[in-house]
């Protein structure tokens, strides 16, 4: 996707989605730091969109290359975090769909900083719902 048609998507999403009051109200988060990391998230979204394939490791810890096929994203609605769900397809072709979020840490090093999270999300069933539908949307999930 070329450079410009990601700048105005991105401008889109997050006008469409970020609720800056509430984030800075639940996530504790004072109008400085919304700052930063709003400026943070549209790195992180330009190189979702750019990104074609990840390596993982896979359960025998040998190395697999997978392609990114489709993405959704969706920002938890009351606190800065952001889930996102992959198509992801295997050397053979096989495809499985991978749930995964980032989130604004909280202490050490990377305080104040977009992560991607390490373990698997708690999401609220709501989000959850929105984030299938965009999936469908997308053609992602049937």
Known sequence: MEENKIKKKIEEWMIKQI?????I???RLTIEEFE???EDLERIMTNLYRREEIEI????????????????VLPQFNFPKLFVLQELEYPHH??????GYYIVAKKGKKKGKW?????????PKE????LIEEAKK?????
């Open 36 to 38: 930063k990391i709003s």
């Open 57 to 72: 490791k896979n359960i025998f810890g040998d190395k697999e290359r997978l392609k990114i096929k489709n993405f959704v």
């Open 127 to 130: 989000d959850l719902k929105k």
């Open 25 to 27: 109200k639940n996530g």
């Open 115 to 123: 992560i991607w999270g390490q373990f698997n999300p708690h999401i």
């Open 94 to 99: 096989r495809r499985e769909i991978r749930i």
């Open 19 to 23: 609720n800056k009051e509430k984030w």
């Open 138 to 142: 997308e053609r992602i999930l049937c």
